[in-house]
């Protein structure tokens, strides 16, 4: 079955360090990958996606993300973080030919000044 | 409108009651798809929409929900006899045609309450 698995489900850092955020996703298939971030009291915003080529993909707000199909994982990084970054940030595999998304739990995002 | 919009924001309900949850995708789009968050966890698919028909309905949780979209737009999730576990945030999204690695734009959604 499909599945997404977000390690860390709260992850505390200092304004201006850097960041990863862990995803690990089970889908027999060639995989379509996203990383979508929700504040509170907004919606889901999409930072990124991979769908083919490039393995390293670059979002917005300064995100990336680096697909590594050996590994399973699509890991979402930024070099230094903002203090407007803090939210919560969910990694997503779309299925089947509807493109449902299949979301995982979720990492809650904390920055201290 | 510019984005995809969920009407109503906050429902409050008492068990055993009928609820409408309405979705306003964006312009064009063909594809509709409904979630839900339950508190701490990631959305979870419900069904979707090519047009006007429900090409996935294998999230709905048991035959108590339905979801209608009568003109190929606006989107209806309609919960009968409600329980206190359908407490969730029901969020709809919107992509242009439903081809894989398409963008879903997300609406606010709507926070039910069920008492």
């Known amino acids: ?113 | 409108g510019a984005g995809v919009s969920q009407t109503p924001s906050n429902k409050v309900t008492e068990k055993g009651k009928y609820v409408e949850l309405r979705c306003d995708p964006i312009s064009g789009h063909t594809a509709l798809y409904w979630y839900r968050q339950s508190l701490g966890q990631g959305p979870e698919f419900l069904i979707y929409f090519q047009g006007t028909g429900a090409a996935d309905d294998s999230g709905l949780p048991n035959d108590r929900f339905f979801a209608v979209r009568p003109e190929g737009s606006v989107s209806t999730l309609k919960i009968q006899r409600t329980e206190r576990g359908d407490s969730a945030v029901y969020l709809c999204a919107s992509s242009l045609s439903g081809q894989a690695g398409e963008t879903q734009y997300f609406g606010p959604g709507t926070r039910l309450l069920v008492l």
């Not at chain 1, 200092?14 to 995989?31: D, F, K, M, Q």
């Not at chain 1, 379509?32 to 919606?43: E, R």
């Not at chain 1, 707000?61 to 919560?88: I, M, T, Y």
């Open chain 1, 1 to 113: 079955a499909q599945s997404v698995t977000q390690p860390d489900i709260h992850i505390t850092v200092s304004e201006g360090a850097s960041l990863e955020l862990r995803c690990n996703y089970s889908y027999g298939a060639t995989p379509y990958l996203f990383w979508y971030v929700q504040s509170p009291g907004q919606g889901l915003q999409l930072l990124l996606k991979y769908f083919s080529g490039d393995t390293l993909v670059q979002g917005i707000k300064g995100f990336e993300a680096e697909f590594k199909r050996s590994q399973s994982s699509f890991n979402l990084r930024k070099p230094s973080v903002h203090w407007s970054d803090a939210a919560e940030y969910f990694c997503a595999v779309g299925v089947g030919n509807t493109d449902k998304l299949i979301f995982g739990t979720g990492t809650r995002l904390q920055v201290f000044p």
